[in-house]
C-alpha cells in the first residue's frame, strides 16, 4: 500500500468540471490580475472568517510582509514571535529592517509559550506574531490579553489555520491583521501561489489594499513603496469553487485525526509517540496531523518511507539555528523546546480523502518498527 503525505488528486478531479468552467469565465473576461473572481473571493473569505475586510495577494509569505508593512514595522523595531515555523514568519520582519525577538515554544501545542511573552516586551516592540501551527490556534485569549495591556498589535500567522477557532471566533479575526496562505497544501489551496490579509480595521483595510498595488490607492499616485502583490484572476476563480467544500474537508481531516488518536491509543502506542493535543478552546482543522517521537524519529521515518508512507518534518531546524538568521546571536541551546521538537516532530498524512484502511496500516506499520526497536 502506498500512502503519500499529500493527494490532491482525488478532490481536484471531483472539482474538475466546475474549475474548468470557473477558469473559462476568467479567460471570456481577461479578469487576469485581481479581477471580479478575486472580488466576489475576498467578500466571501471576510465571510468565512468572520471579519470585515479580507484581501487577496501573492503569498502567505506577501500576507505577512505586508501586515508588518501596513503596521510600520521598521528599522530599530522588534517583533516577538516563534522560533518554530515556516522560514516566511520570520523572514518578513527582518526583510523590513526589524528584529525578531524568538520566544521558546509550548511543548505540547509547539505554539508560542505565552508565558513568556511578556518578558521580552521592550519600548520597541512593534508587533506579536504568533503562528498557529498546523492548524491549531496559539493561546490568543492571553495573548489579546497582552496585546492590550501593552498597546502591541498582534500579527497572526494563520498560514495553516483558515477556520480554526479559539473559543468560536475564527483566524485572523483575533489580531490586528490576519495573514493566510493558499499554498496548493494548505486546506484552501489554489493552483498555485496565492494569499489574503484579513482585518476588522477600515483604515488598515485602505492601506493593504493599497500596499498590494505598489503602494497606490489612485493609479499612478504612490502614498507609500508598497509590492507587486496581487492574486491572480485566475486562482480566485479555483478558489472560490473550492470555499464551499472547506468545512467539510476540515470535519474529514478531523474525523482522521480523531481516528488515528483512537488506533495508536488501542493499539498502546502512546508510550513511544505523543500524540497532537487540541486545546479545549481551540478548535484545530488539522493542516498536519504531527506526532512526537522522542529518540529514534529519523528511524521511524526511514522505516515508514521503506513502507511506502509518506511523511514529513515540520520543521527540521528552528529558525533562531538558520544560517542567516546568525547575526541575531542565538545559539543551540537557547530556545530548548523548539531545538527538541525540531528533533522530534513528525508529520503524518492527514488529508480528508484518506481512508480508514490507510491510517490503519500506518499505525501498523509504526507498531511494527517500535516491536522490531524495543
Ligand atoms: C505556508 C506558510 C507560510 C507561507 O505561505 P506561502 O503562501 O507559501 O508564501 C507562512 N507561514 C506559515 C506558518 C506557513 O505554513
Sequence with gaps: MKVPLLDLKEQNDALRPEIEAALGRVLDTNGFILGSEVAELECELA???????A???????????????????GPGDEVITTPYSFFATVSAITRLGA??????????????????VEARIKANTKA??????????????????????H?????????????????????????????????????LGGMGDG??????????????????VHGSDVKYYHKYVGLNSRLDGFQGAVLRVKLPHLDRWTEMRRANAERYNELFTDRGLTEQIALPVE??????????????????????????????????????????????????????GNLPEAERAARETLALPIYPELTAEQQCFIVDSIGEFFEQNR
Excluded: W
Excluded at 525578531?100 to 513568556?116: E, K, M, R, S
Design 47 to 53: 465571510g468565512y472568517c468572520g471579519v470585515k475586510y
Design 55 to 73: 484581501i487577496g495577494c501573492a503569498s502567505g509569505s506577501d500576507a505577512i510582509l505586508l501586515a508588518l508593512m501596513a503596521l510600520d514595522v
Design 99 to 116: 528584529t525578531a525577538v524568538f520566544v521558546d515554544i509550548d511543548p505540547v501545542t509547539y505554539n508560542l509559550d505565552v508565558g513568556q
Design 128 to 149: 506579536i506574531e504568533p503562528v498557529h501551527l498546523y492548524g491549531q490556534c496559539a493561546d490568543m485569549a492571553a495573548l489579546r490579553e497582552i496585546s492590550r495591556r
Design 151 to 187: 498597546g502591541i498589535p498582534l500579527v497572526e500567522d494563520a498560514a495553516q489555520a483558515i477556520g480554526a477557532e479559539e473559543d468560536g471566533v475564527r483566524a485572523g479575526a483575533m489580531g490586528a491583521i490576519g495573514a493566510f496562505s493558499f499554498y496548493p497544501s494548505k486546506n
Design 195 to 212: 494569499g489574503f490579509m484579513t482585518t476588522n480595521d477600515e483604515d488598515l483595510a485602505k492601506k493593504l489594499l493599497a500596499l498590494r
Design 279 to 332: 486545546r479545549p478552546s481551540a478548535k484545530h482543522i488539522y493542516n498536519q496531523y504531527v506526532i512526537r517521537v522522542a529518540g529514534h524519529r529519523d528511524e521511524l521515518r526511514g522505516f515508514l518511507t521503506e513502507k511506502g508512507v509518506g511523511t514529513d518534518i515540520y520543521y527540521p531546524v528552528p529558525l533562531h539555528l538558520q544560517e542567516c538568521f546568525a547575526y541575531l546571536g542565538y545559539r543551540a
